[in-house]
């Protein structure tokens, strides 16, 4: 079937202007998390979105960066007045509900901050 | 909170021969293992992981990995390397107390030479 899917694939930008990311994860996936990775930060956790539960935003670097989830299904990533150290990709990933289970990955949108 | 390291950087190793990944995660309250690999330009796919049972996992690929409790490791394994596993290789835990969210180590670069 479909994995996971994001758009768009590359994203430049300028320095100082809002992008937004989307992410359509598996279908009856009801658990969605975003994380981003960039050269020197590695592999990071930004949010989690578990079915009709207040997401987990512990890992969002700062309130320029926010998230929803419509429908239970679709994501929007939103980056506000963006900056160069935001240059990186960004992953999504879903996964069933049960704790154990393995995430999906998307392919990522790479993003660059001019 | 959760760390993750990876002690190896770049793995170089010719064809055919077997090459070891290290991993060890800080915490010692239960937790569920995994290792993705990412192949250039891909999103993260899973090779393997731990849950529960018995501590020798067989993944995707001819890897398999060993979970060893009292030195908290999780080191992946594969007796025969070929020229196609050459990607990145991602140990990630996550812990059950804490969600699903993923906390990766910082990879392993493994390059495969004819």
């Known amino acids: 079937g479909a994995g996971v899917s994001q758009s768009p694939s590359n994203k430049v930008t300028e320095k100082g202007k809002d992008v937004e990311l989307r992410c359509d994860p598996i279908?009856?996936?009801?658990?969605l998390y975003w994380y981003r990775q960039s050269l020197g930060q590695g592999l990071e956790f930004l949010i989690y979105f578990q079915g009709n539960s207040a997401p987990d935003k512990s890992g969002l670097p700062s309130d320029r960066f926010s998230a929803e989830r419509t429908g239970g299904s679709v994501s929007t990533l939103t980056i506000q007045r963006t900056q160069q150290e935001d240059s990186a990709v960004y992953l999504c990933a879903s996964s069933f509900r049960r704790v154990q289970e393995t995430q999906y990955f998307g392919p990522g949108t790479r993003l660059l901050v001019l | 909170a959760q760390s993750v390291t990876q002690l190896d950087s770049q793995v170089p190793v010719f064809e055919e021969a077997p090459v070891e990944l290290r991993c060890n995660y800080s915490?010692?309250?239960?937790?569920?293992l995994f290792w993705y690999v990412q192949y250039p330009n891909q999103g993260l796919q899973l090779l393997l992981k731990y849950l529960s049972g018995s501590t020798l996992v067989k993944g995707i690929n001819g890897f398999e990995a060993e979970f060893n409790k009292s030195q908290t490791s999780f080191h992946l394994r594969k007796p025969s390397v070929h020229i196609s596993d050459t990607a990145e290789y991602f140990c990630a835990v996550s812990d059950r107390a804490a969600g699903n969210k993923l906390t990766f180590g910082g990879g392993t670069r493994v390059l495969v030479k004819p």
């Open positions: 915490s010692s309250v239960s937790v569920y």
């Open positions: 279908s009856g996936h009801t658990a």
